[in-house]
């Protein structure tokens, strides 16, 4: 069945430091997804990635796709404290999200 | 825009007691669905469904009912509460476009114990 891994489970950096995470589909994807979730909170939405290859900037955040739509990456530039929290990737598949297990990032300042 | 609103926030139940979570959306999604959120198990999809009168399983729904009577609400049922099913459950519901799921907006969570 459709699976999708995402690496590392946990990540602890000092304030300052990059970060990336790493997701891996079974299949092809349409699009993949990227969330945020903070402790104690829900998942909030990203950003969208639907072309192969795509590359996507929000400040500090990188998200990649693939070429072949079945991985996708999220880097984070100089992390600070408030981008604590856990980050899953989600790849819809015939109606249903496939979500990844999510890293979880600690900065310490 | 409310967004998701998902009730209650926090539940206690007794082993064999069955509950009704409720879930709202004012996004005129068709998508709707239920995830429950384990320590290390990432999201797990226990039922969904794509427009009103259509539901179907997810990965985990044994010991789950749903329904969807109209496009706004996705109630979920837990028949009788077992201690397994004490974990955190999420609503969550999305547009489709170029015959694939969007964004998905989720819930606020709620965290059910059961004892």
């Known amino acids: 069945g459709q699976q999708v891994m995402q690496i590392p489970q946990y990540q602890h950096v000092q304030e300052g430091e990059d970060f990336t995470t790493y997701c891996n589909s079974s299949?092809?994807?349409?699009?993949i997804q990227w969330y945020k979730q903070r402790p104690g909170g829900h998942p909030v939405f990203l950003i969208q990635?639907?072309?192969?290859?795509e590359v996507k900037k929000q400040k500090r955040l990188t998200f990649q796709f693939g070429e072949a739509k079945k991985n996708s990456s999220l880097h984070i530039t100089a992390t600070q404290t408030t981008d604590v929290g856990t980050y899953f990737c989600?790849?819809?598949?015939?109606?249903?999200?496939?979500f990844g297990s999510g890293t979880k990032l600690n900065v310490k300042p | 825009n409310a967004g998701v609103t998902q009730t209650p926030k926090f539940q206690v139940l007794k082993t064999g007691q069955s509950m009704t979570l409720q879930c709202a959306q004012d996004?005129?999604?068709?998508?709707m669905s239920w995830y429950r959120q384990d320590p290390g198990m990432g999201l797990r999809l226990i039922h969904y469904?794509?427009?009103?009168?259509?539901?179907d399983q997810g990965e985990v729904p044994n010991g789950y009912n749903v329904s969807r009577s109209t496009t706004e609400d996705f109630p979920l049922r837990l028949l009788s509460a077992a201690p397994s099913q004490t974990s955190v459950y999420f609503c969550?519901?999305?547009?489709?476009?170029?015959?694939?799921?969007?964004?998905?907006?989720f819930g606020q969570g709620t965290r059910l114990t059961v004892v």
């Open positions: 996004m005129n999604h068709e998508y």
């Open positions: 990635l639907v072309k192969s290859g």
């Open positions: 469904s794509v427009g009103a009168g259509i539901t």
């Open positions: 969550a519901s999305s547009g489709t476009g170029d015959s694939a799921l969007g964004e998905a907006f």
């Open positions: 989600a790849g819809p598949y015939f109606n249903k999200f496939y």
């Open positions: 299949t092809t994807l349409s699009n």
